[in-house]
T-cell receptor, first 110, second 115 residues
Framework: DAKTTQPPSMDCAEGRAANLPCNHSTISGNEYVYWYRQIHSQGPQYIIHGLKNNETNEMASLIITEDRKSSTLILPHATLRDTAVYYCIVRENYGQNFVFGPGTRLSVLP | EAGVTQSPTHLIKTRGQQVTLRCSPISGHTSVYWYQQALGLGLQFLLWYDEGEERNRGNFPPRFSGRQFPNYSSELNVNALELEDSALYLC??????????????FGEGSRLTVL
């Protein structure tokens, strides 16, 4: 079973920041938070991951709360091409499976 | 550098038949995961291979099986196909290389339709 909970769907206006929340209240100290997204019928795409500190790359920012029980993925300027299902996953290391929950369906509206 | 490649991309089978799906990981990756994604649903973990051995399998019947070859490519076999096996089958690879946080790289999948 997935160790995360996410809202089933969200809307965001084009050009605005999209903030996608994820709850992982049972996360252990060694588990990382990963975010992937899946655009319709394509293979999922890696976005970002982090352990404790906030992370930023060319695609997004990841904000992890101090108690690590929740996180937020931020797409700073959403475009129509960001419409996808976004998955939040926790995993300790390569020795564990990636378990995908149902994710959040983000719709970026013009 | 080539990504994860899967074949065939689309196929149609009838109930009771058998199918073999193939996956070539990114060069240097030793770990391969298989997932099933039925239409409109999330990814369901099927199998995980690492260094030629099956490390874990999801909650699927034994007619779902696979293997990993010495070159780290992998096959997924499904016997006695049922209508509900219709799905997108995704393969992903990752590099261990001593790093604990290997991200998964996915192929574009093989879409199986069972009639």
């Amino acid at each position: 079973d997935a160790k995360t909970t996410q809202p089933p769907s969200m809307d965001c206006a084009e050009g605005r920041a999209a903030n996608l929340p994820c709850n992982h209240s049972t996360i252990s100290g060694n588990e990382y938070v990963y975010w992937y997204r899946q655009i319709h019928s394509q293979g999922p795409q890696y976005i970002i991951h982090g352990l404790k500190n906030n992370e930023t790359n060319e695609m997004a920012s990841l904000i992890i709360t101090e108690d690590r029980k929740s996180s937020t993925l931020i797409l700073p300027h959403a475009t129509l091409r960001d419409t996808a299902v976004y998955y939040c996953i926790v995993r300790e290391n390569y020795g564990q499976n990636f378990v995908f929950g149902p994710g959040t369906r983000l719709s970026v509206l013009p | 550098e080539a990504g994860v490649t899967q074949s065939p991309t689309h196929l149609i089978k009838t109930r009771g038949q058998q199918v073999t799906l193939r996956c070539s990981p990114i060069s240097g990756h030793t770990s391969v995961y298989w997932y099933q994604q039925a239409l409109g649903l999330g990814l369901q973990f099927l199998l995980w291979y690492d260094e030629g051995e099956e490390r874990n399998r999801g909650n699927f019947p034994p007619r779902f099986s696979g293997r990993q070859f010495p070159n780290y490519s992998s096959e997924l076999n499904v016997n006695a196909l049922e209508l509900e096996d219709s799905a997108l089958y995704l393969c992903a690879s990752t590099s261990v290389g001593g790093a604990p946080t290997g991200e998964l790289f996915f192929g574009e999948g093989s879409r199986l339709t069972v009639l």
